[in-house]
């Protein structure tokens, strides 16, 4: 029926088929970027261009200390945005963020004069922290022996 009304309106189907095709391909190139994950975003302080205060779905990475969101539906535009940082981590509530999976986090990060929110589902929280994971991270507490400088019993030096 849809095709039948479209090719009344003078629409071409292979255009459609090409068009549709191009979507699929962009968003499995977007998906396979390293460190990419699907979540939504929204401003929360300041003017970011292209984003406004409600949460807009897509897919987040980071290359460095930018962050690139890819924004859905058909994956075509990339905002760019230069990170100053981090400012808190927070499970998402069920009300505010849907279809990220049980456990969502979201993330504040700043951005010159703006604040970003951005949230993943659980399973990208490690993808969604991008270079700040290492903040935290917990770091391994070393044995009694190692810190001493001695070596373990049974090993030479």
Known sequence: MVIALLAVLGVNLIVLVAFGASVVSRKRWV????GAFRGVIR???????GLGPKWHRGYGRWVR???????APFLFRNELMAADGLDGQRP???DEVKHLGDHPVVIRVRAGDATVEVAAGGEDSQPLLGPYGHIG??????SP???SGAAPSGERP
């Open 145 to 147: 022996a190692a810190a």
């Open 137 to 142: 991270a917990a770091t391994p507490t070393a």
């Open 31 to 34: 998906r396979h970027q390293p």
């Open 92 to 94: 998402g509530g069920s």
């Open 65 to 71: 200390d930018v962050f690139i969101w890819t924004k």
């Open 43 to 49: 401003t929360v302080d300041g003017d970011v261009d």
